[in-house]
């Protein structure tokens, strides 16, 4: 899913999807050196989340031993 960063004011960024919607963001969640009128590609990172988690179970196996 593609947004378009339409402006930012005051630490929010308001994106705007292809049907024209608009959504507010902080601006903190974009990326370094984002723009209005730069596009942003939302996608789901399935092996992140995979990843995230087994390290988390590492940490937690090693802090309750």
Do not use: W
């Amino acid at each position: 899913m593609k947004v378009t960063i339409d402006r930012i004011t005051d630490g929010v960024a308001v994106v705007e999807y292809a049907d024209g919607k608009t959504e507010k963001l902080p601006a903190v969640l974009l990326p370094e050196g984002a723009q209005e009128g730069d596009i942003l590609e939302l996608k789901l990172l399935p092996q992140e989340r995979k990843s995230r988690k087994n390290r988390i179970q590492t940490l937690m196996d090693e802090v309750f031993k």
